[in-house]
């Protein structure tokens, strides 16, 4: 493959390197012995230091080969590793069973341990990838990332830092399962290995993820996790101040800190050594501060000179890690220049075939293709595994004895169905984890996970620090372990300061992995609006936009004690058997409700469901089905108004009306709901959350698209706002009467 005719960055890097070794005049001292440290008091041999300088030989040609492939709109994603080369020592000393979550510019790190499988075929692998091919053997052509099952490398997008959270979640999840004697899919004295650049040390997901380590560790608690921040000194075009990084973490509480220079392997072996074998025997949280420098610019668009001086530019060349690394091989006696030229050279050659056969290899080309490990179903698998219960000795074990088995006791309300069905699925899942901000000895803000910790023990229910993306981290960890996390977020606006834990890292871990890594969990959260007395727009949020637009996500919504139970097996399931991420959305103002029309009449409370039973995913529940005047499609809060509105509409104008319970708002069952629109003709959408972006809006597309004549339709919906406290939030949310004049409307 000939190199392309025109000027780049990547093309004079390459020349530099072939110019020096030429040039290169320095006698050759005796060979070392390969199996020796090369200096007094280190740790790297000629052996080790020999395959450390073939991997960024490797990565440096993995560089040049991108940006030749993207010259020719054969390759998609040119980010490259130029520089960073000094990572794949952390790559040599981790071992391939250690989890890693990888920076964008680790590709030496994934060549090294690539060593530790040599049905790897690292070189090949890396081209399909850049070149979006459906051979890709991590991501079938769904992006560029770095991610591999036999390495233990679980991809990653490049939302910045956003991988930090799941790494420590990880780390603590390998403590917790030995804790359960759950069986880990990796060695019980693994580390975890997480590396980003310095620029991302400052966003607050770095923040908080390594302040939720040191948190953990300055309680003792083992977090085995090892940050390696590798610092090239600059962001994009933003430079880092000089010794930022080395003044933040140094004297960290419950961190350690080590320095290694990425530019010298030899030294860097023995760093990374001390930091490795410290965070693997002493189980805590180390912060490796891996020196690099940036060479090629941030990506192949960016234009380097626009903020870097052509001087500048030199100078980062001139330090050119392989240059530094060929000059340590010479001097050992290890290899020679010429000897050098001819490995590097056949490495390209081998780059270059790799990637003619990688660019005639298929692409995804179809949507079905695409969003086929998006979120996979099977039906039978998951109504089967909800309708499994726990072994009876386990059931009693959990609720204490035969006669306080919740489906032996009267009606309840939502919290405490809740609560049953979460010692119930305890009972059943020896793996299954609850956690979150006061669910342990508080037993929740709304008690709903009350006598969990009594029962289960501190391994399996705990209290966490107060940051949502921690929560969610721990989850992600959790279930890359094998575990089935079921974390509590307090209130849905604290969901919003984590969400992209959900929508860019476990939604789409099962995407950017074509279906090899999955983060199950299923998200328990108080939400939605009209809780009295307590609350503005942080304790009555009514949002869930977000939550709809996540790809792959389940959104469930119960509105009674029944419901929730039976609806919490199949999420259950869903985790289980497809590897599915639920949030359950739990309306905060019905969980104590006990009476639907008049004071006292005890209409929503509800028996337990047998442990058998369970709701399979999207079907509704049916009010009044054979009433034909009217039909009201509604969830949450809007089930209970309706069915008090219904009853009004009947008792005053005799009315018949249907009210459609949707209890799963994604996906959504749009046959369902077009069915009843077809059956009645006469649809009002019940809608607590906002008129723009709420559920109603793909209520009425559904009716739009799934019926041949017109329906008369109409909706009651929130207003496009926050809610505010106190009486003020009734002038802004549905009601009783606003629905009884919409139905009377139409």
């Known amino acids: 493959m000939a190199a392309p005719a025109t000027f780049n960055r990547a093309e004079v890097v390459d020349k530099n390197f072939l110019a020096i070794l030429k040039d290169w005049s320095e006698p050759a001292p005796p060979a070392p012995p390969l199996d020796k440290p090369l200096r007094d008091g280190g740790t790297c041999t000629g052996h080790d230091l020999l395959e450390l300088f073939e991997s960024q030989m490797v990565t440096r040609h993995l560089d040049l080969i991108a940006r030749w492939l993207r010259a020719r709109n054969a390759a998609f994603y040119t980010i490259g590793s130029a520089g960073h080369e000094g990572n794949a020592v952390v790559g040599r000393l981790t071992r391939h069973t250690d989890p890693a979550f990888l920076h964008y510019r680790s590709c030496a790190f994934k060549a090294e341990r690539a060593r530790y499988v040599p049905s ?74 997480c590396s980003f650049g310095d620029a991302s040390i400052n966003h607050s997901t770095a923040q908080g993820a390594i302040n939720a380590a040191a948190w953990a560790s300055y309680q003792s608690l083992p977090v085995p996790v090892l940050f390696v921040c590798e610092d090239n000194g600059i962001g994009i075009s933003v ?22 220079d990425g530019l010298d392997l030899i030294e860097c072996h023995r760093s990374v050594t001390d930091a490795v074998t410290y965070c693997r025997t002493h189980r805590a949280p180390v912060f490796l501060h891996l020196k690099t420098i940036r060479m090629l610019g941030h990506a192949g668009t960016d234009f380097e000179p626009a903020y870097h001086t052509l001087e500048e530019i030199a100078a980062a060349e001139a330090r050119d890690p392989l240059l ?123 008690y709903c996970t009350a006598g969990l910790w009594k029962k289960f023990k501190a391994a399996r229910v705990f209290n966490t620090l107060l940051d949502e993306q921690t929560i969610l981290g721990v989850a992600q960890g959790m279930s890359n372990m094998g575990m089935l996390p079921f974390p509590e977020i307090q209130y849905l606006a604290y969901f919003h300061n984590a969400c992209d834990q959900i929508r860019g890292e476990a939604c789409s871990l099962q995407f950017f992995s074509n279906d090899q890594y999955r983060n199950p969990m299923v998200i328990r959260i108080a939400s939605l609006g009209y809780q009295k007395g307590f609350g503005g727009h942080f304790h009555n949020d009514n949002s869930i936009t977000a939550l709809r637009d996540i790809p792959s996500l389940i959104l469930a919504c119960p509105s009674r004690g029944d419901d929730a139970a039976a609806m919490l097996r199949t999420c259950a399931a869903l985790a289980k058997v497809d590897g599915r991420v639920v949030a359950f959305l739990e309306p905060i103002a019905l969980y104590m409700t006990k009476d639907l029309h008049a004071e006292g009449d005890g209409q929503w409370l509800f028996p337990y469901p047998p442990p058998d039973e369970a709701i399979p995913l999207g079907e509704p529940r049916i009010y009044f089905p054979d009433a034909r005047d009217l039909v009201i499609i509604t969830f ?94 009734d002038t802004v949310l549905p009601s009783v009467d606003a629905i009884i004049a919409a139905a009377r409307a139409l």
């Open 120 to 193: 790897v075929d690292f070189i090949y692998d890396t081209v399909l990838s850049q070149a979006a091919s459906a051979d890709d053997p991590i991501a079938g052509g769904r992006h560029k990332v770095w991610g591999s099952v036999p390495l233990w490398i679980l991809p990653q997008t490049s939302t910045i830092a956003s991988h930090l959270p799941k790494a420590v979640g990880t780390a603590i999840a390998i403590r917790r399962a030995k804790q359960i004697g759950h069986n880990l899919p990796v060695p019980d004295d693994s580390i975890v290995v």
């Open 239 to 260: 430079r880092t101040p000089p010794n930022w990084v080395e003044a933040k973490f140094r004297e960290r509480p419950g961190l350690h800190y080590f320095q290694a």
């Open 324 to 446: 530094a690394s060929a000059r340590l091989v010479m001097r050992a006696g290890l290899m020679t220049a010429a000897q050098i030229l001819e490995k590097y050279e056949a490495i390209r050659t081998r780059t270059a075939a790799a990637a003619e056969k990688a660019i005639t290899r298929p692409r995804l080309t179809t949507a079905a293709e695409v969003m086929k490990p998006l979120a996979p179903y099977h039906p039978d698998k998951v109504n089967a595994e909800a309708r499994r219960t726990a072994p009876h000795e386990k059931r009693i074990e959990a609720f204490g004895d035969e006669s306080r088995l919740p489906e032996k006791l009267e009606p309840r309300h939502l919290a405490v169905q809740i609560n049953s069905a979460l010692h119930d699925l305890m009972a059943k899942h020896g793996e299954m984890m609850v956690f979150g901000e006061d669910v342990a000895q508080k037993g929740g803000v709304y």
């Open 636 to 729: 949450g809060n809007g089930a209970h108004m309706s069915l008090r509105a219904a009853k009004r509409l009947r008792d005053e104008e005799g009315l018949r009306v249907r009210v459609v319970d949707l209890r799963w708002l994604a996906p959504l069952n749009v046959e369902a709901i077009a069915e009843h629109a077809r059956e009645v003709g006469r649809v009002l959408v019940v809608d607590e959350g906002r008129r723009s972006g709420g559920i109603s809006e793909a209520i009425f597309t559904a009716i739009i698209e799934g019926c041949d004549s017109p329906i008369k339709m109409r909706r009651v919906v929130g207003e496009d706002t926050y809610i505010p406290l106190g009486p003020a939030a």
